[in-house]
C-alpha cells in the first residue's frame, strides 16, 4: 500500500441554545459537493489546529470565536483514496456575529440525532454518535 500524506482538516460543531448542530452542504465545483459537513477547513502550514479552526470560521461563516470558547469533543480518522484525514472535532456554544454562508454553502440547524438524515462525507459519519451523547 502506498503512503498517503496525512492531512489536518479542523471541524466545529457549533450548537446554538436550542442544542441543534450547524451543518453546511458543499456546494457544486468542490470535492464532495452536495454532502453536508461540519465547518472547517485545512490547517495552513505553522497554524495549530485552534487559530486554523478560528479563521476558517471568520471566513465561511462570519462569526468570531474565542479560543477559549472551542472545546475539543472527538476525532475522526480516514482514508481516502488519495490522503488520509485526521480531523479533530471542537464544540462552540459562543461566538460573536450572525452565522451567515459566506462561501455559497447551504447551511442547515439540525439536531444531533438527525444529523444521519444528510449525506454526509465518511470521515464525518462516525462523529455523529459523539455529537448525540453530548447533546441529546
Excluded at 457544486?28 to 497554524?47: D, H, I, N, Q
Excluded at 447551504?106 to 462516525?126: E, F, H, S
Amino acid at each position: 500500500m502506498a503512503d498517503l500524506k496525512l492531512t489536518l482538516v479542523v471541524a466545529c460543531a457549533l450548537v446554538d441554545a436550542d442544542k441543534r448542530v450547524l451543518i453546511a452542504q458543499r456546494p457544486e465545483g468542490k470535492a464532495l459537493a452536495g454532502l453536508w459537513e461540519f465547518p472547517g477547513g485545512k490547517c495552513e502550514p505553522g497554524e495549530r489546529p485552534e487559530q486554523s479552526l478560528i479563521r476558517e470560521l471568520h471566513e465561511e461563516l462570519g462569526i468570531i470565536v474565542a479560543e477559549p470558547c472551542l472545546a475539543p469533543l472527538t476525532f475522526a480518522s480516514y482514508a481516502y483514496e488519495t490522503f488520509h484525514l485526521l480531523m479533530p472535532l471542537y464544540i462552540c456554544r459562543r461566538w460573536e456575529g450572525m452565522v451567515a454562508a459566506r462561501e455559497g454553502q447551504t447551511l442547515a440547524w439540525v439536531r444531533a440525532n438527525k444529523l444521519r438524515d444528510y449525506p454526509m462525507p465518511p470521515a464525518d459519519i462516525p462523529l455523529i454518535p459523539h455529537l448525540i451523547d453530548l447533546l441529546m
